[in-house]
């Protein structure tokens, strides 16, 4: 059964640093493109960043360009999504996502076949 699990997220101050990570089992995911999205409270689901499988190919959104870094170990079935200097602005459920190819509309949900169950992530003022 495929499956995604990501880490415990937590509560942090702004300023702060904070990593997430994704384990993925249950098929081949090592040549699948990752994604991270984000979901605040009474807003839509987010894009924040992708990785292709081989990991020469990462896209962000422009809210967290500098600041967020998305990676994958050398396994290819753990991608890392590295936080830093956050803002309360940066308050949402993360979720980690697998999609076949580096596809253009990669910061569409739509295009995602595999979710994890979420995990919560604040930033205190």
């Known amino acids: 059964q495929e499956q995604l699990v990501e880490s415990v997220g937590g509560l942090v101050q702004a300023g702060a640093s904070l990593r997430l990570s994704c384990a993925a089992s249950g098929r081949t995911f090592s040549r699948w493109t990752m994604g991270w999205f984000r979901q605040a409270p009474g807003k839509e689901r987010e894009f924040v960043a992708a990785?292709?499988?081989?990991?020469?190919?990462?896209a962000y959104a422009n809210s967290v360009k500098g600041r967020f870094t998305i990676s994958r170990d050398f396994t290819k079935v753990t991608v890392y999504l590295q936080m830093n200097t956050l803002k309360p602005d940066d308050t949402a459920v993360y979720y980690c996502?697998?999609?076949?190819?580096?596809?253009?509309?990669?910061?569409?949900?739509?295009?995602?076949?595999?979710w994890g169950q979420g995990t919560q992530v604040t930033v205190s003022s």
């Open positions: 990785i292709s499988w081989s990991g020469g190919s990462t």
């Open positions: 996502a697998a999609t076949p190819d580096w596809n253009p509309n990669r910061n569409s949900p739509q295009i995602y076949t595999y």
